[in-house]
Nanobody
Framework: QVQLQESGPGLVKPSQTLSLTCTVS??????????WNWIRQPPGKGLEWMGA???????YYSPSLKSRSSISRDTSKNHFTLQLSSVTPEDTAVYYC????????????????WGQGTQVTVSS
């Protein structure tokens, strides 16, 4: 059973860089054909796909967030990381990591494994 767990600060100040890590157990992030995604849900809004890193290490980003986003991985620790720079209060959301056979969708059923989510609040 694959399990994903997000970790990171719950509170970030405006203009700072948010850094979140998704630690994976029960499966390798280098397993062929899987994509490891970051998705967020602002309060009162729907899911928003942010970006992904493939089993190969290739990264993909939402065009609206590409200039501020960076996704990387540490295969020795079996985790992948999201960095989002220059955050504003509009980046306040529950952030999820999820595994799927593809990337780019904001639909919940597009991914078969999800982390429990971590609340991030951007406030001074």
């Amino acid at each position: 059973q694959v399990q994903l767990q997000e970790s990171g600060p719950g509170l970030v100040k405006p203009s700072q860089t948010l850094s979140l890590t998704c630690t994976v157990s029960g499966g390798s992030i280098t397993t062929n054909s899987y994509y490891w995604n970051w998705i967020r849900q602002p309060p009162g809004k729907g899911l928003e796909w942010m970006g992904a890193i493939a089993y190969s290490g290739i990264t993909y980003y939402s065009p609206s967030l590409k200039s501020r986003s960076s996704i990387s991985r540490d295969t020795s620790k079996n985790h992948f990381t999201l960095q989002l720079s220059s955050v504003t209060p509009e980046d306040t959301a529950v952030y999820y990591c999820a595994r799927g056979a593809w990337y780019g969708s904001s639909l919940k059923n597009a991914y078969n494994y999800w982390g429990q989510g971590t609340q991030v609040t951007v406030s001074s």
